[in-house]
């Protein structure tokens, strides 16, 4: 099994900073590539983010390109969201997710799932 803690979450001013951090045990952690969703009340579950098994690739939802950087310590065992110029349309529980398969955007893909971060970001 793996098991991915997100932490790093909390309440921000409109076009203000926030970076999140998940950290990946239980299987070798280069071996997955990872994923970032949110879920606000009431809407499914998005997609944010992605990179790869190396971290030398990656892909954002147009809705946080260019404001957003995914990045990979796999000495540290721990994918990084950094979140710049927050908009209160960004709040939602961030989870972080694992996949061993082909990069995917889609929720199925991910074989596991951290419990959640809560970002508000206020107007």
């Known amino acids: 099994q793996v098991q991915l803690v997100e932490s790093g979450g909390g309440l921000v001013q409109a076009g203000g900073s926030l970076r999140l951090s998940c950290a990946v045990s239980g299987r070798t952690f280069s071996n997955y590539a990872i994923g970032w969703f949110r879920q606000a009340p009431g809407k499914e579950r998005e997609f944010v983010g992605r990179?790869?098994?190396?971290?030398?690739?990656?892909y954002y939802a147009d809705s946080v390109k260019g404001r957003f950087t995914i990045s990979r310590d796999n000495a540290r065992n721990t994918v990084y969201l950094q979140m710049n110029s927050l908009k209160p349309e960004d709040t939602a529980v961030y989870y972080c997710?694992?996949?061993?398969?082909?990069?995917?955007?889609?929720?199925?893909?991910?074989?596991?799932w951290g419990q959640g971060t809560q970002v508000t970001v206020s107007s």
């Open positions: 990179i790869s098994r190396s971290g030398s690739t990656r």
């Open positions: 997710a694992a996949s061993s398969m082909t990069a995917s955007s889609n929720r199925a893909a991910y074989e596991y």
